[in-house]
């Protein structure tokens, strides 16, 4: 449980808006709440049963800020497991954190980052998993991501983490017992029945770590990279898959000289896209500086979008981008397809195994490329109703497990000790208990929580 400290926080957008929210949580939340909010019924908060919205208004220093709601929730059965208030106001930055400030003087302490959701941890409401997947579910960029967020909040994930973790449970307490009692008559758990549960067990994991790697262009976004020498059109497919203006067009080369980033939808899947200066050599300083970034970006992405000019002859400019993007997941395309072509697609064909004709002035390709793009990484299979992980971490705890299983299969069949193969099984139910925070320690759960925004 957490401690008796009652914190409030704006858990709406720092922008103005139809609505600001101002929540508070804690053993005294309903008597800060009432110190600051009055009921037009002339209600007392403290004596609220809870599930009800009262409307009022909300008040600082004595003098009215605005007209309000305040919705009254009691523990346990509320977000965080604790008593609850939440105030409702016209969603001026200026009202809301006045109404904050009121809530601060009146008794509660600023929340930290993700303290209500560490609360909800810590109390019992959710586990680590279904926690984390909240930050998930509100940073989700569409449909498949969002549901597989929601279903790992549902607790979709810990229920097939937790089916694993008592397989491996039941070999342990067999194991254990026939350890532990040897003049007892315990049936001892046959070598066969332990390889076959281990195994089935990793295959069931392995399976889960694969959907989180395919299905990560949807969840999190790739980092991809656009490259090609100056003035073939990079910044104009960035604008082509931002929507928008994102990057300066000209005709001038070596327009971008930075490294311009947008995150941006390829159909279901987040590209964390960067345009990068024209790689060329030069001897102007700044474009010299532009130049190396976008190597730093080559090397270090995911997805390369090689961008050449196919209204013009191949030059060697062109084929050492191509050279740098070897080894690399690319796709090369061939923009300004909406004039005469002369470019050698067979010489480009020959570095590429992927090549498509586009046009960023008037989206011919677009559909191509994100239908290649998704076979590429792998998403056309992701299916969000599964379990899924949420992130490094809990793909960690994962691969650990595996890794603790298949050194007790190797233990089975090399013949040593069954209370070796315990430890091994030990070990991969400890990893699973962090991953849905059942062992994790102090130290994994702030790191996590204080990923979070304030006032979630």
């Known amino acids: 449980m957490m401690n008796d400290k009652t914190v409030a926080a704006i858990s709406t957008p720092n922008a103005p808006g139809g609505i600001g929210i101002i929540r508070i949580s804690g053993e005294r939340a309903l008597e800060v709440a009432g110190r600051i909010f009055r009921p037009v019924s002339g209600a007392r908060l403290t004596e609220s049963p809870g599930y009800r919205a009262y409307f009022g208004s909300a008040e600082y220093g004595g003098e009215k800020i605005d007209e309000a709601v305040c919705l009254v929730f009691r523990a346990p ?79 979709r994930l810990s229920r097939q983490i937790a089916k694993c973790r008592d397989e491996i449970t039941g070999v342990c307490a067999s194991l254990s017992a026939w350890v532990d009692y040897p003049d007892e008559e315990i049936e001892e758990i046959s070598t066969a029945q332990i390889k076959e549960t281990f195994e089935k067990v990793k295959k069931e994991l392995e399976e889960i770590i694969h959907r989180y790697d395919s299905g990560k262009a949807i969840t999190q976004g790739i980092d991809t990279v656009i490259v090609g020498k100056p003035n073939v059109g990079k910044s104009a497919v960035m604008n082509m898959l931002s929507g928008y203006d994102r990057s300066i067009v000209t005709d001038i080369a070596g327009t971008t000289r930075d490294v311009v980033e947008e995150r941006v939808m390829l159909g279901d899947i987040i590209l964390n896209i960067a345009d990068t200066a024209g790689m060329h050599d030069t001897e102007n300083p700044v474009e010299t500086i532009g130049v190396g970034l976008a190597q730093k970006r080559l090397e270090r992405a995911t997805l390369v979008l090689a961008v050449f000019d196919s209204s013009s002859s191949l030059t060697d400019e062109d084929r050492a981008v191509a050279r740098k993007c070897r080894d690399k997941i690319t796709v090369a395309l061939l923009n300004k397809s909406d004039l ?112 979070f925004c304030v006032g979630k």
């Open 77 to 155: 059965n509320s977000y965080t497991g604790e008593d609850v208030a939440e105030i409702n106001v016209h969603g001026g930055l200026y009202i809301t954190k006045q109404v904050l400030r009121a809530a601060l003087e009146a008794g509660a302490s600023p929340a930290g980052p993700g303290e209500f959701t560490k609360r909800a941890f810590l109390n019992g409401k959710r586990d680590l998993a279904s926690a984390e997947s909240v930050m998930s579910l509100i940073s989700a960029g569409g449909k498949q991501a969002a549901a597989a967020a929601l279903n790992t909040m549902d607790g």
């Open 340 to 451: 005469p072509c002369r470019a050698d697609r067979e010489e480009i064909e020959r570095e590429f195994k992927n090549v498509i004709e586009v046009s960023a002035l008037t989206g011919e390709g677009f559909d191509t490329l994100r239908d290649t793009v998704a076979d590429l990484l792998s998403t056309r299979d992701f299916d969000p109703g599964s379990a899924c992980l949420t992130g490094e971490r809990q793909r960690i705890c994962c691969m650990d497990a595996v890794g603790y299983l298949a050194e007790g299969i190797a233990a089975v069949e090399s013949g040593v000790t069954l209370d070796a193969v315990n430890v091994c099984a030990d070990c991969a139910v400890n990893s699973l208990l962090e991953l849905t925070g059942e062992r994790a320690t102090e130290t994994v759960v702030n790191e996590i929580f204080s990923r």
